[in-house]
């Protein structure tokens, strides 16, 4: 909340106002598109929130039955999964037992069980091949995969298999990023892309120009790659970053 509220001291220019993109659950769409896991794919093609549905499955009650602690849960392994979190990590975030952490993370491979084979291949192709890639073929070099030293092995591991998600992610918003800025150019607009934060672009945009600036952002980040599920932006403005968001 405190982070939220320094957003205030972000202010568009003169008159003009912040117009604020950003994906939604982008990490996890590429996860269903890389690990090619059908129900995680159907769940983002079905428009169903991949929280809410997760929670339905690990928990094993309709998806109208879940509670805003049970989405929380599911939330936790969502994003945790992506950065090889250990049931003690979770156990931890969610003020439960280890077995209990244990059994969330065993549901969640049940119900999306090419997610653990996709997890398994990273950790495999890395300590063979000394790195991990991308989405879009960038390598990062992970020299701790095959250390001898425990931890160092295990930071090895976490990071083959978090590079392609969050790797791939960042290449997506590079791309959209120099093509939102192409179109402002092209099109001859005075609004100016001035900020990429994570998975978000931030243009600061005449009053007069904001419907186009909202189409361009939308198009060019839902377009910048072609996956097997949708990409999908929530777009706001305001005079300050706070507002936009």
Not at 59 to 66: E, S, T
Request: charged fraction near 25%; charge should be negative.
């Amino acid at each position: 909340e405190k982070g939220r509220r320094m957003r205030k001291m972000f202010v568009a220019e003169g008159d003009n106002i912040l117009v604020d993109a950003d994906y939604s659950q982008i990490e996890l769409r590429v996860l269903a598109h890389i690990a090619d896991d059908e129900n995680m794919r159907n769940a983002f093609l079905s428009g169903v929130d991949i929280h809410t549905k997760t929670a339905s499955e690990v928990f094993g009650v309709d998806i109208n039955d879940v509670t805003p602690e049970m989405r929380f849960g599911a939330k936790a392994v969502n994003f945790g999964i992506i950065y090889g979190i250990s049931e003690y990590g979770l156990a931890k975030q969610l003020k439960t037992s280890n077995s209990e952490a244990r059994n969330f993370i065993n549901s969640y491979f049940n119900e999306y069980p090419q997610v653990k084979n996709y997890m398994d291949n990273n950790v495999a192709f890395a300590k063979e091949n000394g790195y991990a890639i991308s989405l879009l073929g960038r390598k990062r070099y992970i020299r701790e995969i095959n250390s001898s030293n425990y931890n160092l092995r295990q930071f090895g591991e976490r990071v083959a298999m978090n590079m392609p998600l969050q790797g791939s992610s960042a290449d997506i918003i590079k791309i959209a990023m120099i093509n939102v800025a192409k179109c402002l150019k092209e099109q001859g607009l005075k609004s100016q892309l001035i900020l990429q934060v994570h998975d978000e672009l931030i243009i600061d945009a005449f009053i007069d120009e904001k419907d186009k600036v909202i189409d361009i952002l939308t198009k060019q980040m839902e377009e910048a790659v072609k996956l097997s599920v949708t990409l999908t932006v929530d777009v706001g403005y305001g005079s300050t970053w706070f507002d936009a968001k």
